[in-house]
């Protein structure tokens, strides 16, 4: 549980904040599109898909924890090169995305009770993301992708499972941080 407190916290910060601001002024997607760069799927700012992923991914956390105390630090969605272009890491995220529609969310069997709503939106992110421009198969030979398949068949599937749906957090924050248009500065 020792990534809880410090590297997610570290990851979720600007996200935490971006939603504490969604909370104080109220939802309104128009108002949004000034303040913080406008997201490539409306799903990415909707403070109910944040709560969602923050719920999910920390039960599964905690079965993870129970079921494997040693190997909780270790995390399988590699850190980005922060010098890469924002499009491609959010593209690169997207098809890491694309791997836990198809590989992993659907072992859930909604075993917790916001998972159907979560996969829901995050197909719908999905969707959003490759409409925007991301081919989602030229990043499957990237390496970080590579990595994160590699380390996930490492593992025993149960186990693999769990510690990825853990980190949905981590791979939201990404798509949340990087799935942005271009900054413009003069933009209305
Ligand atoms: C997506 O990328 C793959 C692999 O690079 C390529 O073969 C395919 O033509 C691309 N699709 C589109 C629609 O650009
Ligand atoms: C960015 O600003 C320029 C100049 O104001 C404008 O021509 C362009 O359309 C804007 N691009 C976007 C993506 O808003």
């Known amino acids: 549980m020792k990534r809880n ?3 997610v916290a570290s990851f979720l910060r600007p996200a935490a904040a971006a939603v504490l601001l969604l909370l104080f002024f109220g939802w309104d997607e128009q108002a949004w599109a000034h303040p913080v760069d406008r997201p490539l799927s409306p799903v990415l700012r909707h403070p109910q898909t944040y709560q969602d992923v923050r719920q999910v991914s920390e039960h599964y ?18 850190r980005v090169d922060t010098n890469d272009h924002h499009l491609e890491i959010c593209c690169l995220h997207a098809n890491i995305l694309d791997y836990y529609l198809t590989n992993i969310l659907h072992h859930t069997n909604n075993d917790h009770a916001h998972v159907h709503r979560l996969k829901t939106n995050l197909h719908r992110i999905s969707t959003d993301l490759q409409a925007h421009g991301c081919n989602v198969t030229q990043y499957h030979d990237h390496k970080n992708a590579v990595d994160f ?7 025993e599937k149960k186990k693999g499972i769990t510690k990825a749906i853990g980190e949905l957090d981590i791979l ?3 798509l949340q941080d ?3 248009e271009p900054r413009n500065s003069t933009a209305a």
Do not use: G, H, W
């Open 61 to 78: 956390q905690r079965i993870q924890a129970k079921d494997d105390e040693d190997d909780t630090s270790m995390r399988t969605i590699p």
């Open 5 to 7: 407190t410090a590297t």
């Open 149 to 155: 398949r590699t380390k996930l068949e490492k593992m």
């Open 178 to 180: 990087y799935c942005v």
């Open 172 to 174: 939201f924050s990404y």
